[in-house]
């Protein structure tokens, strides 16, 4: 079991550490439990966690990771990223968060993929602009499919 996350300003421990304190107290094995401290951040705990599986040389680990219901899709995308093969479980979050998680997944997702998304838009805009267009003039409609028919007949 691999317990990772890094220590923020305000921890007097990393995560990583008094989660494998936790588990230990819940009678998981010392032997069994391993933390991982160095991770700041979720794709560096999937990182670091994929190095330490590495070091055991299995040949097919079965690997689970365990983060908030709201927060598992993304911390899948950086499992896949790592070359983590992982099935993620969410955790059940109180529902007075919930919005404002959903949102700020939702926006790290979008700023990941920014070039992506910008390209969309970009696509987006221009079907409206061309769409727009064709419905203020309805006869260049006509000539456009004429012109088509014509391409068509003669291949």
């Given at each position: 079991?691999?317990?990772?996350?890094?220590?923020?300003?305000?921890?007097?421990?990393?995560?990583?550490?008094?989660?494998?304190?936790?588990?230990?107290?819940?009678?998981?094995?010392?032997?069994?439990?391993?933390?991982?401290?160095?991770?700041?951040?979720?794709?560096?705990?999937?990182?670091?966690?994929?190095?330490?599986?590495?070091?055991?040389?299995?040949?097919?680990p079965k690997v689970i990771?365990?983060?908030?219901?709201?927060?598992?899709?993304?911390?899948?995308?950086f499992a896949k990223t790592?070359?983590?093969?992982?099935?993620?479980?969410?955790?059940?979050?109180?529902?007075?968060?919930?919005?404002?998680?959903?949102?700020?997944?939702?926006?790290?997702?979008?700023?990941?993929?920014?070039?992506?998304?910008?390209?969309?838009?970009?696509?987006?805009?221009?079907?409206?602009?061309?769409?727009?267009?064709?419905?203020?003039?309805?006869?260049?409609?006509?000539?456009?499919?004429?012109?088509?028919?014509?391409?068509?007949?003669?291949?």
């Amino acid at each position: 079991m691999i317990l990772s996350g890094g220590q923020g300003g305000d921890e007097t421990i990393p995560e990583g550490e008094a989660m494998r304190r936790y588990a230990i107290a819940h009678d998981v094995d010392v032997n069994d439990a391993i933390a991982e401290t160095e991770s700041r951040t979720t794709l560096e705990n999937m990182s670091f966690s994929k190095k330490i599986i590495d070091g055991f040389k299995l040949s097919k680990p079965k690997v689970i990771f365990v983060s908030n219901n709201y927060h598992t899709f993304r911390a899948a995308i950086f499992a896949k990223t790592v070359g983590l093969k992982a099935a993620g479980i969410g955790s059940r979050t109180a529902r007075f968060f919930l919005p404002n998680a959903v949102v700020r997944e939702y926006i790290a997702i979008v700023i990941r993929q920014k070039r992506l998304h910008t390209i969309m838009l970009g696509l987006i805009f221009v079907l409206s602009l061309f769409w727009s267009v064709l419905s203020a003039h309805p006869e260049w409609i006509a000539g456009v499919v004429r012109s088509l028919q014509h391409f068509i007949d003669s291949i």
